[in-house]
């Protein structure tokens, strides 16, 4: 398909993992990528991952690539209320398209105490 | 090490009206990449800029135009606002386009547009 598709809505616990997923678009998008953003704010730039690797840890965040199926995730260990904000994740396409990323529709994630 | 900035942080514009926006890019960094992000959605590519061209248009039509100065920031101008502009509208600042395949892009905290 043309779209980046994201479940809407994701609620944790505090302190349990969350994994937010991710099918993207185009099997040879060279990056794929995960952005934070909290109510009124921009997008923080969370982690990213070159295609050429399966998985990429960074803290409390572990990403996981599957090519095969264009599938993306987001693992967030030991989820804290501060991590409450909307996951984009984007993808970019193939070398020379420049610097455009296409973003999925978000998803919401509400951790509780 | 300043981040990207963009003003105003929020605008309130009238349909038919014509808008500018600006954002300065990260310290370090030469190209500038402008996004729309309507309510509830995810951000959608408007174009691209670097060395002072537009390099890369996404969806959308004329009304919207930009600019970038020798310093590297830019100007987003759109001209005969509609009630469908309305949108908080995102600057992206990477470098190293020269080496094509630039993979960090930042982003600022974005101006809303409101059009009424």
């Known amino acids: 398909g043309e779209d980046v598709e994201q479940s809407l809505f994701l609620s944790v616990r505090e302190g349990d993992s969350s994994v937010i997923n991710c099918t993207y678009t185009?099997?040879?998008?060279?990056?794929l990528y995960w952005y934070k953003q909290e109510p009124g704010a921009g997008l923080q730039l969370l982690t990213y991952i070159f295609s050429n690797m399966d998985m990429k840890q960074d803290q409390r965040l572990t990403v996981l690539l599957n090519k095969k199926d264009k599938h993306l995730s987001l693992r967030i260990a030991d989820t804290q209320t501060g991590d409450s904000a909307i996951y984009f994740c984007a993808e970019k396409r193939p070398p020379g398209g420049g610097n455009k990323l296409t973003f999925g529709t978000g998803t919401q994630l509400k951790v509780e105490l | 090490d300043a981040g990207v900035t963009q003003s105003p942080t929020h605008l309130i514009k009238t349909r038919g009206q014509q808008v500018t926006l600006r954002c300065s890019p990260k310290?370090?960094?030469?190209?500038v990449s402008w996004y729309q992000q309507a309510l509830g959605q995810g951000p959608q590519f408007i174009f691209q800029?670097?060395?002072?061209?537009?390099?890369q248009r996404g969806n959308f039509p004329d009304r919207f135009s930009g600019h970038q100065f020798p310093n590297y920031s830019s100007e987003l101008n759109v001209n005969a606002l509609l009630l469908g502009d309305s949108a908080l509208y995102l600057c992206a600042s990477s470098s190293k386009w020269r080496a094509g395949d630039s993979y960090e892009q930042y982003f600022g905290p974005g101006t809303r547009l409101t059009v009424t």
């Open positions: 800029y670097y060395e002072e061209e537009e390099r």
């Open positions: 310290s370090g960094h030469d190209t």
């Open positions: 185009d099997s040879s998008s060279t990056y």
